[in-house]
């Protein structure tokens, strides 16, 4: 592709991302998106049939931000379970600051209103989980009453909540120090020594100065 | 009201629900409601000025199927954590069959494309469960990690995402086991002895006969 091409598309996918995440899908309009990209419409046509192709392509570039993510995680030089809460932080603040992230989960929750098919968000997530909890237990760090396979469909699923709470009530402003209360609540199952605390603090300092 | 208009009422507003919860607010018309509920579109605007009006009023009865169950929970002879659990089964269960609740949170998840005030569901469910935590504190049986005002809010956001994965995951059909591994993972913070598993077999069991 052309240099101007790649350039336009990637104006118009984030000026679509922007205002799918505003105001949602039904009340953005191609010319919304022309207007915000400072491109015309007729170059937003010339690489996206319509404002379902875009809903795609965003909802495609919210997937593909966190192989890199879970994979640089996966391969830190850390016990599991310290893996798994590092990865938490990155995730959230993904969700607090990236404009794709953001406009996909918006996408998502609309999905029902949007002809376009998108998978479920857990499936993927519930696995990397798992791999995580069964690396802990291998590790002998997993605490004896845990299960990875029920417990890492509990921790996707009120991870996710914790979401929409933060969404609802502070703008995911607060979204970190709600990650950290979360934690307290789900370790003490996960892990049994050290104290869940101890990981948590270092944790948490540790992870805001790194790279997403 | 005399008893045909309160019929009338009735039967357009559980149609309104019924439709917004399968097919979404956006989808759904007056002639819609009308052909479900076997009524004139003009009996139904003689009871409501709009489809919004009517949203409101699905949303209302959402907020009112509440107290009655909280305050059977709250009264029943039982240690706190006990009736907390056992009130998470009532509720998961009224969000699985009964359909004023699940309209409303449906209408909730689609506010934003919608002209209804909403107030967020979460805070009376926070109030409701660090309430049932501070009489576990008093009781002595809360554990020592515990904080009320903090756990109280990451168990209804885990809660609430724990119905959005059944939702998209099941449909809701496996609420009941979902939400005995979400309180394996929770118990072990909230409370020391007696073995949580033990609590949660007996409550389940008892509250599966019980009126909600």
Chains 1, 2 share one sequence.
């Not at 919304?32 to 392509?57: C, M, P, V, W």
């Not at 995680?73 to 932080?89: C, D, F, I, K, T």
Request: proline fraction near 5%; hydrophobic fraction near 50%; glycine fraction near 4%.
């Amino acid at each position: 592709m052309h240099e101007r091409a790649a350039d336009t598309r990637r104006a118009v996918l984030q000026a679509a991302a922007h205002l799918f995440f505003e105001q949602g899908y039904a009340a953005t309009s191609i010319a919304d998106i022309s207007e915000l990209s400072a491109r015309t419409s007729g170059a937003i046509y010339f690489h996206y049939a319509g404002k379902e192709q875009l809903a795609r392509a965003v909802v495609e570039a919210h997937f593909a931000a966190w192989p890199a993510l879970i994979a640089r995680h996966e391969n830190v030089g850390a016990p599991a379970l310290e893996r798994l809460v590092r990865l938490s932080y990155a995730v959230a603040r993904a969700f607090r600051d990236d404009v794709f992230v953001r406009a996909g989960a918006r996408l998502w929750a609309e999905r029902r209103s949007i002809n376009v098919e998108m998978p479920p968000p857990f499936l993927d997530w519930i696995a990397t989980v798992e791999h995580l909890l069964d690396e802990a237990r291998a590790e002998g760090t997993l605490a004896a009453g845990a299960e990875p396979v029920r417990d890492a469909t509990t921790l996707v699923s009120a991870f996710f909540g914790l979401h929409t709470l933060s969404d609802a009530l502070d703008e995911r402003r607060l979204i970190e120090d709600r990650l950290t209360a979360f934690w307290h609540l789900m370790l003490p199952a996960l892990q049994g020594a050290p104290a869940p605390a101890a990981l948590l603090d270092r944790v948490r300092e540790d992870t805001a100065s790194l790279p997403r």
